[in-house]
């Protein structure tokens, strides 16, 4: 390909160039908007934050010395960002959802999570005669999805001139407004993006450029929201988290209580978290885009790095909970589990035993209760309160 010399502007060569570049790169969607003209969803953010819809997530609080919330738009912490480019992952698999049924005694790991790849050799794997040992090295979509991002950029800057930052998840952006500007797809009721062809299952990552869009003819075209009068996620969400469409209550959503959430969660959330021991897929899961990507086939697409991790899926409460330091570090180093950590994952463990009613669990939980940590122990006793194997 040639480079393009334009000055610093986006043209329809350039975008279908990064297009293809990104393809490359193992992304399945792609597309470009500017960073300006995004009022609207400043205004959102900034009622979203002061509704204290947060919860304890500080950096989402954060502001700059003049007051203005870092998030509200691209420009607060990047004042040379003129654009984007929103490149999505998909991560859908032939895997159940979790609304469907699970034996007996199963938790739920949010689906994003069971990523892993085949081992290199001699490097982790399956030991043999150790039937137990990952038979895929955990992988963290962050640092797969950069990887392919930093294809992006050179991309660009191979061709043009200017300035670029790649962002996965951690950079003071929204990155599902940019999504939804950039095509990739529409905010759906659930708040996630949704792709018309692919369903939700998308992870994004952001290349933030300096590049101007051109003044006329917009490259990208907004995705048409398509939910309807459907209303399946508001109305399955077991802790209420989705108060009106397209808003949620963070404070009150699973994947925060179970990943974010630091010490004791609320008791009156703790029956609604169900069998959820680290984020949840509930509002995605009922979603018809979802079960219409799954059924019309050829939507599920394996990019290396993102492989199903199977031990992971409906893994048992009893695995989870029985893991020392040495077993969560074999099977969670270097997946999104470990900033969670062992600790925090089996509070979860103990809430969801405890709403599974089942006697089997209440040896450990009698454990726990004992223990030292003092979010374990409460989750623990509470379990038991529950009437796992009768009354404490
Ligand atoms: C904080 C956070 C969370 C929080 C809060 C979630 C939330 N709904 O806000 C918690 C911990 C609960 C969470 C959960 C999950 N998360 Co999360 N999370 C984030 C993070 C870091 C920031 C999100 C944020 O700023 N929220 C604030 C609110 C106000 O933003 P919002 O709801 O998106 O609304 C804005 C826009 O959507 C826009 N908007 C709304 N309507 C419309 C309509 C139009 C037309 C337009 C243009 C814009 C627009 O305006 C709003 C204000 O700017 C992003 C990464 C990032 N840097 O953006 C990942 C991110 C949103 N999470 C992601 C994922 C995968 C998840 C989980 C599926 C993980 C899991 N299995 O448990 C769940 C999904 C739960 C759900 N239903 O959203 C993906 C979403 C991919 C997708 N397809 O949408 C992201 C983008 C991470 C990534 N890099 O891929 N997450
Ligand atoms: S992720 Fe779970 S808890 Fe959060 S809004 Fe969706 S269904 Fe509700
Ligand atoms: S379940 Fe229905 S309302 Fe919710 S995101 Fe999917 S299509 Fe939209």
Redesign the pocket.
């Known amino acids: 390909m040639t480079r393009i010399e334009v000055g610093s502007r986006w043209t329809v060569e350039l975008e279908a160039d990064i297009r293809e570049a990104a393809l490359g790169a193992g992304f399945h969607l792609c597309g470009v908007a500017g960073a300006d003209g995004t009022e609207i969803e400043a205004e959102r953010f900034a009622a979203w934050v002061e509704a204290g819809r947060a919860g304890e997530m500080e950096y989402l609080k954060r502001r700059d010395e003049a007051g203005t919330l870092i998030r509200e738009g691209v420009r607060v912490a990047i004042p040379w960002a003129r654009s984007v480019v929103v490149c999505a992952l998909n991560y859908a698999s032939e895997e159940v959802f979790s609304v469907e049924d699970a034996p007996e005694g199963a938790g739920w790991i949010g689906r994003y999570a069971w990523s892993g790849r085949q081992p290199e050799q001699g490097v982790g794997g399956r030991v043999q005669g150790v039937d137990e040992a990952p038979e895929l090295t955990a992988t963290d979509y962050h640092s797969e999805m950069l990887t392919g991002l930093r294809v992006v950029e050179s991309a660009i800057r191979g061709r043009i001139e200017c300035e670029t930052r790649c962002y996965v998840d951690t950079g003071p952006l929204v990155e599902r407004g940019l999504a939804a500007r950039a095509g990739v797809g529409w905010v759906g009721k659930?708040t996630c993006v949704i792709n018309q062809g692919v369903g939700s299952w998308l992870l994004l990552g952001v290349v933030v450029t300096s590049l101007e869009m051109p003044a006329e003819g917009r490259l990208a075209v907004a995705a048409a929201d398509r939910c309807g009068s459907c209303t399946r996620c508001i109305e399955?969400?077991?802790?209420d988290?989705?108060v009106a469409p397209r808003e949620?209550d963070a404070s009150r959503?699973?994947?925060y209580l179970t990943i974010e959430k630091k010490g004791v969660i609320a008791e009156e959330l703790r029956e609604g978290m169900g069998r959820q021991v680290f984020g949840?897929d509930?509002?995605q899961d009922v979603c018809p885009w979802n079960a219409k990507a799954r059924n019309g086939g050829g939507v599920v697409a394996v990019t290396p790095g993102m492989e199903v991790r199977r031990e992971l899926v409906n893994p048992s409460l009893s695995w989870l909970g029985g893991m020392d330091n040495k077993e969560f570090k074999r099977w969670f180093k270097g997946s999104p589990l470990e900033r969670t950590g062992r600790k925090r994952l089996q509070r979860n463990v103990a809430i969801a035993m405890g709403n599974s009613g089942l006697e089997e669990f209440r040896p450990k939980l009698v454990e726990w209760a004992d223990g030292e940590d003092e979010a374990l122990a409460e989750a623990a006793l509470w379990a038991l309160q529950q009437g796992v194997g009768g009354s404490v």
Request: net charge neutral.
């Open positions: 659930n399955a969400c077991p802790t988290a989705l949620m959503c699973i994947a949840c509930i509002c």
